[in-house]
T-cell receptor
Framework: SQTIHQWPATLVQPVGSPLSLECTVEGTSNPNLYWYRQAAGRGLQLLFYSVGIGQISSEVPQNLSASRPQDRQFILSSKKLLLSDSGFYLC????????????FGPGTRLTVL | SQQGEEDPQALSIQEGENATMNCSYKTSINNLQWYRQNSGRGLVHLILIRSNEREKHSGRLRVTLDTSKKSSSLLITASRAADTASYFCASSGGSYIPTFGRGTSLIVHP
């Protein structure tokens, strides 16, 4: 069966520090991968998606970047965190062919102080 | 934008009652999905309904889709305290990427 992992679960970082959040998927190949951010009590904002290794599409220009060094690994990064980067970050995968359901990881709660 | 909007934003009911949540979207879709999110957790997929379907059931869940009105509804029958969560709709149109609404927060009182 497929599983998706995210770590860390929670993170508290000072403003200006770097960020690296990792997401890995098991039990599937060639998934579409997604990074979302969710502000408190709000919906999901799509940040990045990837249809293959090294292929990253950005939905919202901001202080973050994403990379996909391996088929089932998706990394969200920042060189210098801003206060506004605080939020709940969710990784999701979707089967190839599109128009399928997404499967979400447990999320990372990021607080920037 | 394909973004769905859920209505109401918040819903509070007693255990045993039915809960109905609505979702509207703006342009034609390929499918519409409903997800559930418990506080501080990831989203869990509930039901996917395709544009050529009008109704779908899964256990105590019933989803309807009215493409002429660009709307969908999620009905939870005989609700339980454990159904307390946020519920999101997500629509996919020309792009396979689902676009999520802001969600309905459901509280079921025991």
């Amino acid at each position: 069966s497929q599983t998706i992992h995210q770590w860390p679960a929670t993170l508290v970082q000072p403003v200006g520090s770097p960020l690296s959040l990792e997401c890995t998927v098991e039990g599937t190949s060639n998934p579409n991968l997604y990074w979302y951010r969710q502000a408190a009590g709000r919906g999901l904002q799509l940040l990045f998606y990837s249809v293959g290794i090294g292929q990253i599409s950005s939905e919202v220009p901001q202080n973050l970047s994403a990379s996909r060094p391996q088929d089932r690994q998706f990394i969200l990064s920042s060189k210098k965190l801003l206060l506004s980067d605080s939020g709940f970050y969710l990784c999701a995968w979707q089967g190839r062919g599109g128009y399928n359901e997404q499967f979400f990881g447990p999320g990372t709660r990021l607080t920037v102080l | 934008s394909q973004q769905g909007e859920e209505d109401p934003q918040a819903l509070s009911i007693q255990e045993g009652e039915n809960a109905t949540m609505n979702c509207s979207y703006k342009t034609s879709i390929n499918n519409l999905q409903w997800y559930r999110q418990n506080s501080g957790r990831g989203l869990v997929h509930l039901i996917l309904i395709r544009s050529n379907e009008r109704e779908k059931h899964s256990g105590r869940l019933r989803v309807t889709l009215d493409t002429s009105k660009k709307s969908s509804s999620l009905l939870i029958t005989a609700s339980r305290a454990a159904d307390t969560a946020s519920y999101f709709c997500a629509s996919s149109g020309g792009s396979y990427i689902p676009t999520f609404g802001r969600g309905t927060s459901l509280i079921v009182h025991p």
